[in-house]
């Protein structure tokens, strides 16, 4: 986990404020605003913060899907910010994207096995054959039978759609997956799921993550570091412990201080889900949500485990009654 994979060094986007009549420059929106940081292999790295602050258009800048004002991107030793369109096509195998809104990369006029295909032939790789088994063997990854391959988008649940999204990035198998929001339109439930499947693959692929969300509860389960953005600028980045338990900048401070605790003359009751009973020697590792138990305790109450294909993981873990 020590090597580097991404560095970005002074990174700036500066989007112009237009106005008038002839749409003249009359300002500029600071969305990125002189932003450092590195990312190691194999590593997840948490990037929260407010709506605005700026997430959004630091994942895209890093795809270089948008031009930088200014700043440095490396990565493994090649500076993305100064490559050239074939370079960057090659170096994009390598870096896929995952979006809040599955929509946004499945094209609904495509079956699903066209659409896992399509990077496969972006990229050259394989033939017919070859990129076909791929795409069967994809959907068994992500926890879809292969039979789903000659439906379409709109024939699947928010959460299966989010799920091809992750096959979709996955097929050309990359090392840096930066998910948007992966999880964010989902329910909780289905969020749970989602998120124990990236971390499923994570071993699997060897795969690095740049998390981006506003939900600090997911960041949380999900991140080995968490970086705080506000008003375009990264202003703390710390071990996700550390971030949580002791953070530094007022603002941190205050984020935290907004996330919903359970109440303490609550009384607690371990549920048991999907065949695993959470205790102290068995820590609930698997459980998105202990941190926001309170939202938790309506799932509990109205989700049977039967009804859901969990692959071994609870999705909750403490019932809290009066
Ligand atoms: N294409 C654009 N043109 C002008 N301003 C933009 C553009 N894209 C983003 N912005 C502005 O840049 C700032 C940062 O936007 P960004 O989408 O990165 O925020 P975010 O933290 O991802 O927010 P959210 O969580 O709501 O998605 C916002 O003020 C936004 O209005």
């Known amino acids: 986990m020590s090597e580097l994979l991404l560095e970005v060094n002074g990174l700036k986007k500066y989007f112009p404020i237009t106005g008038g009549l002839f749409g003249r ?8 605003d002189d932003v450092s940081f590195y990312v190691k292999k194999g590593e997840t790295l948490g990037i929260v913060g407010e709506s605005g602050c700026g997430k959004s258009t630091t994942g895209r800048l890093l795809m270089r899907l948008i031009e930088a004002s200014e700043g440095k991107i490396v990565f493994e030793d090649k500076e993305i910010t100064s490559m050239s369109k074939s370079e960057l096509r090659k170096t994009r195998r390598d870096i896929q994207m995952v ?19 399509e990077p496969l032939i972006v990229h050259g790789i394989g033939t017919k054959e070859e990129r076909k088994k791929q795409v069967r063997e994809m959907l068994e990854v992500v926890g879809l039978s292969s039979y789903h391959a000659k439906r379409y988008p709109h024939q699947f649940s928010g959460g299966q759609r989010q799920r091809i999204g992750i096959a979709k990035a996955l097929m050309t198998k990359p ?9 964010s339109a989902l329910d909780v439930s289905i969020q749970a799921q989602v998120l124990n499947l990236m971390k499923d693959i994570q071993k699997e692929f060897q795969l690095t993550y740049i998390f981006i969300a506003h939900d600090l509860g ?3 389960h999900i991140s080995d570091r968490v970086g705080v953005m506000y008003l375009g600028r990264l202003i703390e980045l710390a071990d996700s412990e550390q971030l949580y338990q002791n953070p530094s900048h007022p603002y941190t401070k205050a984020l935290l201080s907004a996330v919903p605790v359970p109440d303490p003359d609550l009384k607690k009751e371990t549920i048991l889900i999907d065949g695993e009973i959470p205790s102290p020697a068995n820590p609930p590792s698997g459980c998105a949500f202990h941190t926001r138990c309170s939202q938790v305790m309506d799932i509990c109450k109205t989700t049977r485990p039967q009804e859901h294909d969990l692959n071994g993981h609870f999705v909750a873990c403490h019932l809290y009654n009066k």
């Open 99 to 117: 979006f809040q809104d599955p929509y946004a990369s499945l094209n609904p006029r495509h079956s699903i096995e066209q659409i896992l295909e």
């Open 175 to 183: 090392k840096l997956i930066i998910a948007d929001e992966p999880v």
């Open 25 to 32: 420059k009359q300002g500029e929106v600071k969305a990125v």
């Open 218 to 220: 997911v960041v949380r």
